[in-house]
């Protein structure tokens, strides 16, 4: 063994010192010769008789030097080199067969490295903190009217009073803290930008564990005092885009809604937020709260477990502690969300929190891809295999040939593994390119604000699948190949190979798993297409051309609420005077964007309308400004829209509903004027207009109340505006109005308001895209291995079918022979196929609009779609086994 | 000519394996040698019975080299010319003593072995 790993030492080092180990011995050879001479001329040789006889007793100079080179490891090297090229050489060659094999390897590692790194972002990276594991999230339980139902809010804040003396009296907890998400106008004297930020505690990094790249982290000492701290710590993401990753960063200013804050420190690479979606750019003290136009009075809590505690045991002291605060202070004196808290409730946060929902939301869709995705990877090892086979029985003569002249065996299967690995390798790295361009798809393809990078241990683990399955491959052939009878394999006989018709049982099988798999492919994406369409053919209700919306950030611009209002109304007035205009209007949010508190609902009453036994009638609830209908293209029915003066004060006084609204309560007659109660406040109905859908597009359509928007309402409005012609060519115009009014106010988010309803459907769109994508490129690999395998078959058989036709066979029961093998062979997929099918498609439930995941019509035109492929597939090879000429076939005989 | 052919022929072609035993010898008895004198050794010792390529020593070398059973470097010879001059290791001595050892017990066993048929 030692030998052994000595003269593989020496044969490296001879590889690289090759050179001058060749010059060595050339001078060795020389010296000894000039000896030989020498001895030959004392003994009375001439000079020419004794360089013979000194040739003559050193042997061939020329062969040992050539054994000398064998030895020293360089021809390892040369075999190599020439392996690659040859392997290159056939790559080029067979372009198909290179592209179709090492494409569908990209594919398969390409989309699970891309969809499992998406899924590890959000679902199971922790937190790049120190001992992740002890972080909790410290929420308020909440169980909602009607109490039978049992259903309970989780996850709510917790009230600053409560916060606070949790942080003071706990046990169980080595730190506490508190953090809240707003956005921020930040003006360095060039550029006002809005970014979204974070109001945090004091101990926040500290707890947390995440420290400076730059300058220091906060201090209990930066969050003593309300408003007096004007410190704020950037994150290293912004400070590399904002700031150029300036190394003097450190003790700059910046304006942060107006005021002078200075930068006091970087917070550490790779740490975003404790929510999987967000990453603010900056994190000001939580007593910088009214400056940052906070009016919540309650936070979300963290807190890190002291070592060795559970979070059972935590669960139970700090609810204890909640429970003794609240008697003490009394629920009356805390916010009103809290009286029926009834407990503390402890969740593990070391993979960090998802407020967005965004965790819910995804989950399921991308556990959904990444079981596709899988299925690519297995489809794309089963063609890899089955393109392999093939090649190796196609290239029977070449490796018999190569052997009869005298290769050894070993140097023909490391010929052909090393072909197996260099197609591998393409493959890989091809599949690395399409893991970067997925994730950047995928990304653009979610509502994520920060960066994902790849997972390099699914590129690892999907690599050597596929590698190995190259290999494995490439070596089953390389073996058998190299174990046949020469004589029968150069007569070009098709019974030639010993153990053929085991492989061709393989290959067989290849076939009818890789139909099976697309079947399942083939429904999974006909049923989303088919969502997908029913969802674009859902009658909205409004327009949505036309339209485009931004953000104007009035309320961290330093404006009063009544300000406010006039800032509106005016901007109003100005853009509508715009050509090109057709009408401006203000949203808290978009219809169809998703709405962070859910859909606002209330209970309704209608005076001499009875509500039916046991249910309590309820109707949606939308707060808006003048010109909504209008800007949206919600026709006005009967009676008026709202005017500014309707939302002055907070007292509601009128509303006006939808027709739906009107037609269950009121039937034919006239509602306007009519008054009703919504919520418990008095209203007069004022107009009606037709039905929309504004929450989302697979709701139904619902009753619905519009309310002017009171003032506390109106900070942080989206500005809508309804052009005449094209939208995008008016907003250069609106900034520039914006402007004029007052050169403060930030205008960010520009979108129109087709690309913001095409976001609501990104998800649907998403699945329907890539797994109609996925079920085309199986459907393709399915025929392809098809076509493969029954070439191959009617190849073989061709002697037989010359002798039939010979004794009086028609073309059709040729052809029929032939075909009957595909059929065979598709039937048997396809009954694998459907089962699976269903069994996959359960998993769809819930993600699919307006058909059920086991739609018969879709299910039918995908085996439909698949018959006919593979009938095709069949009927080539079938077609020329039909045109055999007997006479062309006996002859040959 | 003729009469060099019929000399040549008279030689006993050099056993397999047996060169590596015969340089580490020389190496061991004789010092450090350049790889002419180790032929000339071996020529000398063997009295002409054994036919030896002289280059096949150099092969013989590398190989032990490699085994790390002999080590090199550079020096003058004795006319003056570069020459590689080898010496023997510690590990190459040690590979010595039992190559000695096995040969002898082989050769024993064989000539008993001739004896026997001898007497048949």
């Known amino acids: ?361 995804y989950l399921q869709p991308l556990l959904f891809l990444l079981c596709l995705v899988g299925m690519v990877l297995l489809i794309a090892c089963l063609n890899i295999a089955n393109l392999l086979l093939a090649r190796a029985a196609a290239r029977r003569k070449e490796i018999a040939v190569r052997l009869a002249v005298g290769a050894g065996r070993l140097r023909l299967i490391r010929q052909l593994l090393t072909e197996s690995f260099l197609l591998s390798t393409l493959g890989g790295a091809l599949g690395l390119v399409f893991a970067r361009i997925g994730t950047d798809l995928l990304l653009g393809l979610l509502p994520l604000t920060r960066e994902i990078k790849l997972d390099m241990r699914m590129l690892g683990i999907t690599l050597v699948v596929t590698v190995l399955t190259g290999v494995l491959f490439g070596l089953a052939p390389a073996l058998q190949a190299t174990r046949f009878d020469l004589i029968p394999a150069l007569k070009n006989d098709a019974a030639g190979m010993r153990g053929g018709r085991r492989k061709w049982e393989l290959r067989r099988l290849l076939v009818v798993l890789q139909v099976a798999l697309s079947l399942v492919f083939l429904v999974c994406g006909g049923l989303f297409v088919r969502s997908l369409q029913n969802l674009k053919a859902v009658d909205l209700g409004y327009t949505s051309d036309q339209i485009v919306s931004m953000s104007l950030a009035l309320g961290t611009s330093g404006y009063t609420t009544d300000q406010q209002r006039s800032f509106y109304q005016q901007l109003s007035e100005r853009l509508t005077a715009l050509p090109g205009v057709k009408s401006a209007t203000y949203a808290k949010s978009m219809p169809l964007e998703p709405k962070p508190y859910g859909k606002e609902e209330g209970e309704i009453e209608v005076p001499g309308s009875h509500s039916p036994p046991n249910e309590k009638l309820t109707t949606l609830m939308h707060p808006i400004t003048p010109q909504f209908f209008a800007t949206f293209g919600i026709p006005l029915l009967r009676g008026r829209d709202f005017n500014w003066q309707d939302s002055v004060g907070r007292i509601y006084k009128v509303v006006i509903v939808n027709d739906r609204f009107a037609r269950y309560f009121f039937g034919n007659e006239n509602p306007l004027g009519k008054r009703i109660s919504v919520a418990g406040f008095e209203f007069e109905i004022v107009g009606v207009v037709g039905d929309a859908r504004l929450n989302s597009l697979k709701e139904t359509m619902s009753r619905t109340v519009y309310y002017p928007a009171f003032t506390a309402l109106l900070a942080n409005q989206r500005l809508c505006v309804r052009a005449m012609g094209d939208a995008g060519a008016l907003i250069a115009a609106i900034r520039n109005e914006v402007r004029r009014l007052d050169p403060n106010v930030p205008v960010y988010d520009i979108k129109t308001f087709a690309d913001q309803i095409d976001e609501s459907i990104s998800r649907e769109r998403l699945i329907a895209l890539l797994s109609s994508f996925f079920g085309l490129f199986a459907l393709l690999l399915a025929g392809l291995g098809l076509y493969g395998v029954m070439a191959y078959a009617v190849a073989r058989r061709t002697r037989e079918i010359g002798i039939r036709m010979a004794l009086g066979a028609q073309a059709g029961n040729v052809l029929w022979l032939a075909l009957r093998e595909t059929l065979l062979l598709v039937s048997i997929g396809v009954a694998i196929g459907l089962p699976a099918a269903l069994a996959v498609t359960r998993l769809t439930r819930g993600m699919l609009f307006g058909l059920t995941e086991n739609d018969p019509l879709t299910i039918g035109l995908a085996t439909l779609v698949m018959m006919a492929i593979a009938a095709m597939a069949g009927y080539l090879p079938a077609r020329r086994a039909a045109q055999v000429d007997p006479m062309m076939v006996l002859r040959q005989e | 000519m003729s009469k060099g052919r019929n000399i040549e022929a008279q030689k006993a072609e050099v056993l397999q394996g047996t060169l590596d035993l015969m340089v580490l010898k020389v190496l061991d008895a004789l010092g450090p040698r350049h790889g002419y004198g180790i032929a000339r050794r071996i020529e000398q010792v063997s009295d002409q019975v054994l036919q030896l390529n002289e280059g096949t020593v150099y092969t013989s070398l590398l190989r032990l080299q490699q085994r790390g059973w002999i080590t090199s470097e550079w020096g003058t010879s004795e006319n003056n010319r570069k020459a590689k001059y080898y010496s023997i290791t510690k590990s190459g001595r040690k590979q010595l003593a039992g190559e000695t050892e096995n040969w002898e017990r082989i050769a024993g066993v064989i000539g008993r072995l001739l004896r026997l048929e001898g007497q048949e």
């Open chain 1, 1 to 361: 063994m030692i030998h052994y790993l000595r003269a593989l030492a020496a044969r490296i080092r001879g590889f690289f010192g090759d050179r001058r180990a060749d010059q060595e011995l050339d001078d060795e050879i020389e010296t000894h010769l000039r000896l030989l001479m020498e001895r030959y001329v004392r003994q009375g040789m001439t000079e020419d008789e004794a360089s013979q006889a000194a040739c003559r007793q050193f042997g061939n100079a020329t062969l040992l030097k050539e054994a000398h080179r064998d030895m020293r490891g360089i021809r390892f090297i040369e075999t190599l080199i020439q392996d690659v090229r040859y392997g290159l050489r056939m790559m080029l060659k067979h372009k198909v067969f290179t592209a179709v094999a090492a494409l569908s390897l990209a594919l398969g590692i390409g989309a699970n490295t891309a969809i499992f790194s998406l899924l590890d972002a959000l679902l199971l990276k922790t937190l790049p903190v120190k001992n992740p594991e002890q972080l909790v999230f410290v929420g308020g339980l909440e169980y909602q009217y009607p109490p039978q139902l049992d259903r309970a809010l989780r996850n709510i804040p917790i009230p600053d009073p409560v916060y606070r003396e949790m942080s003071e009296k706990n046990k169980v907890f080595s730190g506490i803290f508190t953090y809240n998400w707003v956005e921020a106008t930040v003006n360095d004297g060039s550029l006002a930008e809005r970014v979204s930020g974070q109001l945090v505690s004091g101990n926040f990094f500290t707890v947390m564990g995440v420290g400076a790249h730059l300058g220091r982290i906060f201090t209990d000492d930066d969050d003593r005092t309300p408003g007096a701290h004007f410190v704020t710590v950037i994150s290293y993401d912004y400070w590399r885009s904002r700031f150029g990753a300036d190394p003097n960063i450190v003790g700059k200013k910046i304006s942060i809604n107006t005021r002078p804050f200075t930068i006091i420190g970087v917070s550490a690479q790779g740490f975003n937020d404790v929510d999987v979606g967000a990453a603010p750019a900056l994190r000001v003290p939580m007593m910088m709260k009214d400056l940052m136009h906070d009016p919540r009075n309650d936070t979300p809590v963290m807190a890190r477990l002291k070592p060795g505690i559970s979070i059972e045991q935590a669960q139970v002291a700090a609810d204890a502690l909640f429970q003794s605060i609240i008697r003490e202070y009394g629920a009356s004196s805390l916010s009103n969300r809290y009286s029926n808290a009834s407990r503390i409730e402890l969740s593990p946060a070391g993979r960090g929190v998802s407020a967005s929902e965004l965790r819910d939301r």
